[in-house]
């Protein structure tokens, strides 16, 4: 659903014909047209024709004390936001983060990701939870390599490369040697979202964005913020001398910095732009989100866990499966009785719309393919043991349990069985989602773009059940 942004008389042709601007500038980035310009010194790039790292042209190599802005270079804008929610929630963050620092023209400082127990799934892990930089999910000098060398991106800093603070794979904030840095932020959300930000030692103070980007909770019209973060915008200053006396600090032009990007979008409602619902790919996913592969090393242990779950030994080919995500709280928030779980109705505690789903998802291969897919991989955060029971015993789908979980914890640490679970989703030829979930619109971009997969299924309550699956 479209979400306008009313505009004042006065700013609408200006604004109009601004937005059309920058929206003619994100069909180019979503087409994938090439820059000429995105040609890297031979001294930066390593041996398989990369580069030596994503910051290496927009950070001094030394920090000059515990301050890290010192570190940035002087010929250069940069960009920081907040991400917060869920894993996948603060995925798509850090992709429109990207994205709009692309757009104008500044180098983005990505944060790493934060976890917690619960929302990691299984037995209980310790707290409090190492951060995970960018780039032990994502294969980040793949990503810089294509921004660079198709839109020009002068390069990306990891927040571990400010901090040099690093255990294993993990970012550990509670040891971090830097001190708090003051930092000027425009708020998109009111209150502003500043948590985030304090875990990674920044000290916000927020001024309001200028209308129309900010309606109460509503979305983030990308091209606007858009307009107003790039280093020449024409139209920021004003509005900076209007509030200035009446905020505690005026938002930087060196580092912007927006407290959430989650509810960004170019075109509608950031969740449905990211399922491919506008008619037309825009936005983040196609610019950015489609070329964030993941960690070669986290590919590969996925692909460990994909032969353990099998019974396939390395030397044999892999085993084709249409994926599945089943996530709890977004299927029984559809469900028509609002109980507690103890009391829910029988079809929240069902799989058959899953199966009628993966049934058609069958279908839809073999009829693009020609193939016959069997198998089933699970992910799930449900914890009903009749429900688990019916899924792997009745239907013989295959998921990561308990017992799997701990040994993956045990020999790659703690972030990794619910990491493991995302890179086998993305694995399936075909995939079978939860409504609303944003994991579930991730992984369904993933194994449409990358694997060629049908369209994806998204269950609700009023998903059809049966026999009687169309061919």
Known sequence: MSRPFPRSPQSTFFFGTLALVVLLSLLFLAVGKGSTDGVL??????????????SAMVLKGEMEGLNWPSRLMEDQFYFIAGAGGGVTNQVVTLANMIYIALLSSRVPIVPSIYGYAGQLGGPLVTSPLLDL????????????????????LAGIIEWKDLVNVTKGDAYDKWNATSDWVDI??????????QDPMRTHRLNPTFSPLPPPTTPPRGG?????????????????????????????????????????????????????????EAGFEVGAWPAVGRHMHWNPELRARGETVRRWLFGVSEWEEPVDFISVHIRHGDFLGSCPLSTPDSDIVPLCRSSDQYAYAVASMQSAILRQTGKTIKEVFVATDETDALFLHELTVVRRWK????????????????????????????????????????MSIASARRVEDWNGGPPSIYVNRNSPVGDDVPL
Not at 133 to 152: A, K, Q
Not at 405 to 427: A, E, F, Q
Request: hydrophobic share 40%; with cysteine; glycine share 6%.
């Open 184 to 193: 000027s932020c425009w708020n998109a959300f009111v209150p502003p979202f």
């Open 399 to 438: 998921l990561v349990d308990e017992q799997l979980s701990l040994r993956i914890r045990r020999d790659w640490g703690d972030w990794h069985p619910t990491l493991i679970d995302k890179v086998l989703l993305s694995m399936g030829k075909g995939f079978v989602g939860t409504y609303s979930s944003t």
């Open 41 to 54: 010194p031979t001294f930066l790039r390593s041996s398989n024709g990369r580069f030596s790292s994503p």
């Open 133 to 152: 930089p960018f780039s032990s999910m994502f294969d980040l000098p793949r990503l810089f390599d294509h921004l660079h060398r198709e839109h020009g």
């Open 220 to 276: 983030i019209s990308i091209p606007t913020l858009t307009s107003y973060l790039h280093p020449d915008s024409p139209i920021i200053q004003p509005y900076l001398q209007a509030i200035n006396g009446t905020v505690a600090s005026l938002p930087s032009t060196k580092i912007a910095c927006v407290d959430n990007l989650y509810y960004a979008s170019v075109s509608i409602f950031v969740s449905n732009e990211w399922a491919g």
